[in-house]
């Protein structure tokens, strides 16, 4: 089974653009979870999307924004790009198995720097 | 916020020498989770405990969790250089409405030297 893929795998952005990453989970997970790795704040997390519908928030401005389509594929968009938005972002997929986060699979990554 | 706290967060050991690392916890939790990350890659699942057991085994990994305590260890057994990650503990948070989220702490650094 392929893993988690992520892209593109690094971006290079000023502050003020939007970007947008994608994400494709295995084959059969309906969960994709998405997460924000600064050397500052660790690892934070963004949201999860389940059958296309926005199931968990965490504590970031509306600026970070996701959607989920029919084949489970992710994309995350952030607009109005600020320095302190430079990171490694991080998708990762579930099985649902029950109510509570189970193993997740997660993707290489996709590093984003904001000049 | 972290859920969990790592410690220490940096280690450093011989090659065939025992790594542990320990994680705390603030709220009741229903399982616990560990994963690796190699320098600035993606996150590898280790293991999943459930808050009903005491102790799990992977090959050379060994978690226990004390729920009483608020507490879990990972033991990596005869470490390899190939051990050298960050490893993170990872709890199931109360998010509301019936749903839960993946909190992680900040990780320990352990370098095994060879």
């Known amino acids: 089974k392929a893993g988690v893929t992520q892209t593109p795998r690094y971006l290079i952005k000023t502050r003020g653009q939007q970007v947008t990453l994608s994400c494709s989970p295995i084959s059969g997970h309906r969960s994709v979870s998405w997460y924000q790795q600064t050397p500052g704040q660790g690892l934070q997390f963004l949201f999860e999307y389940f059958s296309e519908t926005q199931r968990n928030k965490g504590n970031f401005p509306g600026r970070f924004s996701g959607r989920q389509f029919s084949n489970s594929r992710s994309e995350m968009n952030v607009s109005t790009l600020e320095l302190g938005d430079s990171a490694l972002y991080l998708c990762a997929s579930s099985l649902v198995t029950g109510g509570f986060p189970d193993e997740q699979f997660f993707g290489p990554g996709t590093r984003l720097t904001v000049l | 916020s972290q859920q969990g706290e790592e410690d220490p967060q940096a280690l450093s050991i011989q090659e065939g020498e025992n790594a542990t690392m320990n994680c705390s916890y603030k709220t009741s939790i229903n399982n616990l989770q560990w994963y690796r990350q190699n320098s600035g890659r993606g996150l590898v699942h280790l293991i999943l405990i459930r808050s009903n057991e005491r102790e799990k085994h992977s090959g050379r990994l060994r978690v226990t969790l004390d729920t009483s305590k608020k507490s879990s260890s990972l033991l990596i057994t005869a470490s390899r250089a190939a051990d050298t990650a960050s490893y993170f503990c990872?709890?199931?948070?109360?998010?509301?409405?019936?749903?839960?989220?993946?909190?992680f702490g900040k990780g320990t650094k352990l370098s095994v030297i060879p």
């Open positions: 990872a709890t199931d948070t109360y998010s509301g409405a019936g749903s839960y989220q993946l909190t």
